[in-house]
């Protein structure tokens, strides 16, 4: 059984640094890329990162590039999110994904607010 927990969420100021952790367990992880997805309320789910199984290769979106930085350790089945320079616009819950096959797998999502 796959499972993904999130973690590092809270309240912050704008211009501030925060850094997500996803847990996962069930299975190795080292195969599968993983990636960060973010929830603003009234928004439909957008991509934020994502990382290939290795960590050799990241993606990043447009929105976030040059703040948030996607990383992986793989003896400890976790990926992690580094956020900096945050904004007001990056207040969103954040949840962590895996692709195996054809199937998604999310985390249950952490909050992020960013305050003015």
């Known amino acids: 059984q796959v499972q993904l927990v999130e973690s590092g969420g809270g309240l912050v100021q704008a211009g501030g640094s925060l850094r997500l952790s996803c847990a996962a367990s069930?299975?190795?992880?080292?195969?599968?890329?993983m990636g960060w997805f973010r929830q603003a309320p009234e928004k439909e789910r957008e991509f934020v990162a994502a990382?290939?199984?290795?960590?050799?290769?990241?993606a990043h979106a447009d929105s976030v590039k040059g703040r948030f930085t996607i990383s992986r350790d793989n003896s400890k089945n976790t990926v992690y999110l580094q956020m900096n320079s945050l904004k007001p616009e990056d207040t969103a819950v954040y949840y962590c994904?895996?692709?195996?096959?054809?199937?998604?797998?999310w985390g249950q999502g952490t909050q992020v607010t960013v305050s003015t």
């Open positions: 990382i290939s199984g290795s960590g050799g290769t990241r």
């Open positions: 994904n895996v692709p195996i096959f054809i199937k998604w797998y």
């Open positions: 069930g299975r190795t992880f080292s195969s599968y890329a």
